[in-house]
């Protein structure tokens, strides 16, 4: 497992092993699936589509649906503008949905087809009321959450609408790319506030719909468009995550003149503090409602009682920069050490947020954006941590090397319900709290020798 992994490491510009993201359709795809009643449309091969559905259905366990321009080699030659008309027809008679979200491929991108152009021309196809709003996500540069980022910018580039009345005092809130499950608890924090808000992309009820026995090929979840529509009219937008986020909340900025507000994705305690303080600098309400500050007060309760299982403990974590950022800030905050902090998307900032957050606690802190796994296999293999945090895909490390994997972003593929439990706010935090020290005492458990293995821990 991994053998072939060599101790010494070699500058690479060129090459990736073991890439530690996904292509920008997977992200777009995900994003469009938060608005209701909207269907993804790949224009591109139906190989690319097959691929993008399949790897969200593996995490999410719920289908993805999304349909695609079919490729074929003379489209590849020709250009795919007779197919996408194709597909916005057949698309509005076949599946009805209210809302087309296209976004390209490797392949459309590299013929050069003006999706914007073909949109226009097929305005005729287009039935009274439904919308088709589209995203460049060419799969050679930026990642997934390159993909999301662009078509959550597309929904405000094409849908949002500036002084619609009656909606001015709603906050916008941008979630990121982050769990449905993460925007159920967001959804909870914010109607504790008593907060008018727009968000979106919502992936709750659709990537996490109920079983009723009867299927719907679009579940009751997802922003509504006039709820997107009404995010250019409000009062200020909350972007979290500024590699997912940022980028919508500067269209809507730019286009509509809504105040921007960027934080962290909240995740552990300081994240989550940072959003508190600006939901109340944002509503004007002196203190937060009594349910959070018990919330809270929990958190560190249990932060304190479990402080000398993980204290000084080193920790490798890898995955999306804006779950990366405030997990490596949490880890802080937890008494843990970052050693290794790493993503595949790039991204001078990454670099230089980790080394902010370390810089008093270990500023030796060894952070990559735009790396891959094998870089963070090797850096292991030169000086060991005792915990890695990241998605599926650090299980191959953690096997060869016996490290515990704490499961945290996307994908995790091979654990159950991962999307159902958030990883946001204090509640969030307490799971979190939870999974990194069990981890930990199943490690020392594993380990331990007959006489040293302890009943209560």
Same mark, same amino acid.
């Given at each position: 497992?991994?053998?072939?992994?060599?101790?010494?490491?070699?500058?690479?510009?060129?090459?990736?092993?073991?890439?530690?993201?996904?292509?920008?359709?997977?992200?777009?795809?995900?994003?469009?699936?938060?608005?209701?009643?909207?269907?993804?449309?790949?224009?591109?091969?139906?190989?690319?589509?097959?691929?993008?559905?399949?790897?969200?259905?593996?995490?999410?366990?719920?289908?993805?649906?999304?349909?695609?321009?079919?490729?074929?080699?003379?489209?590849?030659?020709?250009?795919?503008?007779?197919?996408?008309?194709?597909?916005?027809?057949?698309?509005?008679?076949?599946?009805?949905?209210?809302?087309?979200?296209?976004?390209?491929?490797?392949?459309?991108?590299?013929?050069?087809?003006?999706?914007?152009?073909?949109?226009?021309?097929?305005?005729?196809?287009?039935?009274?009321?439904?919308?088709?709003?589209?995203?460049?996500?060419?799969?050679?540069?930026?990642?997934?959450?390159?993909?999301?980022?662009?078509?959550?910018?597309?929904?405000?580039?094409?849908?949002?609408?500036?002084?619609?009345?009656?909606?001015? @005092?709603?906050?916008?809130?941008?979630?990121?790319?982050?769990?449905?499950?993460?925007?159920?608890?967001?959804?909870?924090?914010?109607?504790?506030?008593?907060?008018?808000?727009?968000?979106?992309?919502?992936?709750?009820?659709?990537?996490?719909?109920?079983?009723?026995?009867?299927?719907?090929?679009?579940?009751?979840?997802?922003?509504?468009?006039?709820?997107?529509?009404?995010?250019?009219?409000?009062?200020?937008?909350?972007?979290?995550?500024?590699?997912?986020?940022?980028?919508?909340?500067?269209?809507?900025?730019?286009?509509?003149?809504?105040?921007?507000?960027?934080?962290?994705?909240?995740?552990?305690?300081?994240?989550?503090?940072?959003?508190?303080?600006?939901?109340?600098?944002?509503?004007?309400?002196?203190?937060?409602?009594?349910?959070?500050?018990?919330?809270?007060?929990?958190?560190? @309760?249990?932060?304190?009682?479990?402080?000398?299982?993980?204290?000084?403990?080193?920790?490798?974590?890898?995955?999306?920069?804006?779950?990366?950022?405030?997990?490596?800030?949490?880890?802080?905050?937890?008494?843990?050490?970052?050693?290794?902090?790493?993503?595949?998307?790039?991204?001078?900032?990454?670099?230089?947020?980790?080394?902010?957050?370390?810089?008093?606690?270990?500023?030796?802190?060894?952070?990559?954006?735009?790396?891959?796994?094998?870089?963070?296999?090797?850096?292991?293999?030169?000086?060991?941590?005792?915990?890695?945090?990241?998605?599926?895909?650090?299980?191959?490390?953690?096997?060869?090397?016996?490290?515990?994997?704490?499961?945290?972003?996307?994908?995790?593929?091979?654990?159950?319900?991962?999307?159902?439990?958030?990883?946001?706010?204090?509640?969030?935090?307490?799971?979190?709290?939870?999974?990194?020290?069990?981890?930990?005492?199943?490690?020392?458990?594993?380990?331990?020798? @007959?006489?040293?293995?302890?009943?209560?821990?």
């Amino acid at each position: 497992m991994l053998d072939a992994t060599p101790k010494k490491i070699a500058d690479r510009k060129a090459l990736r092993i073991n890439p530690a993201k996904t292509c920008q359709p997977i992200g777009a795809i995900y994003a469009a699936l938060g608005i209701h009643k909207c269907l993804p449309h790949s224009h591109g091969s139906q190989g690319c589509v097959s691929f993008h559905r399949m790897h969200l259905t593996r995490h999410f366990r719920e289908p993805a649906m999304a349909s695609t321009s079919s490729f074929t080699e003379g489209t590849s030659v020709f250009g795919g503008n007779a197919n996408l008309r194709e597909a916005i027809k057949n698309v509005f008679q076949v599946y009805k949905p209210d809302c087309l979200a296209i976004h390209t491929t490797c392949l459309s991108e590299t013929i050069g087809d003006d999706v914007p152009g073909i949109i226009r021309n097929a305005s005729d196809l287009i039935p009274e009321g439904k919308y088709v709003i589209h995203a460049n996500t060419p799969s050679y540069v930026g990642s997934h959450i390159t993909g999301f980022a662009n078509m959550t910018k597309a929904m405000a580039d094409y849908l949002a609408e500036k002084n619609l009345p009656g909606v001015s @005092d709603r906050l916008n809130i941008i979630p990121g790319f982050v769990e449905p499950a993460d925007i159920r608890e967001i959804k909870r924090i914010l109607n504790m506030f008593g907060i008018k808000y727009n968000l979106y992309p919502d992936t709750s009820d659709v990537m996490d719909a109920p079983q009723t026995g009867k299927y719907s090929f679009y579940p009751s979840g997802g922003a509504p468009i006039d709820m997107i529509k009404a995010s250019g009219s409000a009062k200020a937008t909350i972007c979290m995550g500024p590699y997912s986020s940022m980028p919508a909340g500067i269209a809507l900025d730019n286009k509509c003149g809504v105040e921007l507000v960027s934080i962290n994705v909240p995740v552990g305690i300081e994240a989550t503090d940072r959003f508190i303080m600006k939901l109340l600098a944002l509503t004007g309400r002196k203190t937060p409602p009594e349910e959070i500050i018990n919330e809270r007060g929990r958190l560190v @309760d249990l932060m304190t009682d479990t402080n000398f299982q993980y204290q000084g403990k080193r920790v490798a974590i890898f995955g999306d920069p804006d779950m990366v950022i405030p997990m490596t800030d949490f880890i802080v905050s937890l008494g843990l050490i970052p050693v290794y902090c790493l993503t595949g998307t790039p991204g001078e900032r990454f670099v230089n947020d980790i080394k902010r957050i370390c810089e008093k606690v270990f500023p030796d802190v060894r952070v990559e954006a735009q790396a891959d796994l094998f870089l963070l296999h090797q850096w292991l293999k030169n000086e060991k941590v005792d915990l890695i945090i990241g998605n599926t895909y650090g299980k191959y490390i953690s096997r060869a090397e016996g490290i515990p994997l704490v499961r945290f972003g996307f994908p995790v593929l091979d654990r159950i319900a991962y999307p159902y439990f958030p990883n946001v706010g204090y509640q969030g935090a307490i799971r979190l709290l939870e999974k990194i020290s069990t981890a930990l005492l199943d490690k020392q458990d594993a380990d331990a020798l @007959d006489e040293d293995l302890e009943l209560v821990m």
